[in-house]
């Protein structure tokens, strides 16, 4: 399964840090009302076994809104419910042992901070390329930022889509106009918000508005 630069335009990671006294499924399905075109299932906390049952029933949402469903480092999880892919990390599997783990047809991406990192990842059959963080973000605290200079220079550099990540808003998105990446990822700009529905749908028209340029 091929990654179409469109799929990415809004995508969103879960994050139950928000969840205030309503399921995870209820918060996603807000998120894919308002227009989420692509859902990444990012569990730090949850053990092995509710973890699987927790993605079975978001892909089965998913697969109701056709909005691809990839899992957060865990390829064991994709692939024993079948998910759409993976997204790793530059510390997690090579691209490369995904793809033998997953199978050709599964979406693969891979995180990316620099043209080396992102060139080698597209060599190793990465689909698409998560590229942050673009700014200051209080999710991942560990993530440094990349500026939007060296963003320019990988979508250039790459044949592959890209995706721009971290402390994305609103009121910020327009600043990667230019910078030639196919969509935002998004956490608490979607999850954080007291309308999760409406927010995905202002954030859609903003990352659609940054792509055109």
Same mark, same amino acid.
């Given at each position: 399964?091929?990654?179409?630069?469109?799929?990415?335009?809004?995508?969103?990671?879960?994050?139950?840090?928000?969840?205030?006294?309503?399921?995870?499924?209820?918060?996603?399905?807000?998120?894919?009302?308002?227009?989420?075109?692509?859902?990444?299932?990012?569990?730090?906390?949850?053990?092995?076994?509710?973890?699987?049952?927790?993605?079975?029933?978001?892909?089965?949402?998913?697969?109701?809104?056709?909005?691809?469903? #990839?899992?957060? %480092? *865990? !390829?064991?999880?994709?692939?024993?419910?079948? +998910? =759409? @892919?993976?997204? /790793?990390?530059?510390?997690?599997?090579?691209?490369?042992?995904?793809?033998?783990?997953?199978?050709?047809?599964?979406?693969?991406?891979?995180?990316?901070?620099?043209?080396?990192?992102?060139?080698?990842?597209?060599?190793?059959?990465?689909?698409?390329?998560?590229?942050?963080?673009?700014?200051?973000?209080?999710?991942?605290?560990?993530?440094?930022?990349?500026?939007?200079?060296?963003?320019?220079?990988?979508?250039?550099?790459?044949?592959?889509?890209?995706?721009?990540?971290?402390? #994305?808003?609103? %009121? *910020? !998105?327009?600043?990667?106009?230019?910078?030639? +990446? =196919? @969509?935002?990822? /998004?956490?608490?700009?979607?999850?954080?918000?007291?309308?999760?529905?409406?927010?995905?749908?202002?954030?859609?028209?903003?990352?659609?508005?940054?792509?055109?340029?």
């Amino acid at each position: 399964m091929n990654c179409k630069s469109e799929d990415l335009r809004l995508y969103a990671i879960t994050d139950r840090h928000w969840l205030n006294g309503e399921t995870l499924y209820q918060q996603v399905e807000k998120a894919l009302k308002g227009g989420v075109t692509f859902l990444q299932l990012r569990e730090k906390n949850l053990d092995e076994e509710d973890f699987m049952k927790e993605a079975r029933k978001i892909k089965a949402l998913c697969k109701k809104y056709k909005v691809p469903l #990839i899992i957060n %480092d *865990n !390829v064991e999880i994709a692939r024993e419910i079948d +998910a =759409d @892919g993976v997204h /790793v990390g530059q510390s997690d599997m090579e691209a490369g042992d995904v793809r033998d783990r997953l199978g050709p047809d599964k979406i693969i991406g891979v995180s990316a901070r620099t043209v080396e990192q992102a060139l080698l990842a597209q060599a190793h059959g990465a689909d698409y390329l998560g590229v942050g963080a673009v700014f200051s973000t209080s999710t991942k605290s560990d993530a440094k930022n990349v500026s939007h200079e060296t963003l320019k220079e990988i979508c250039k550099a790459v044949r592959i889509p890209v995706v721009a990540i971290g402390g #994305i808003t609103r %009121d *910020n !998105v327009k600043e990667l106009t230019g910078c030639g +990446a =196919d @969509g935002i990822a /998004v956490i608490s700009a979607v999850f954080a918000q007291q309308d999760i529905e409406s927010a995905a749908r202002e954030l859609k028209k903003c990352s659609e508005e940054m792509v055109k340029g």
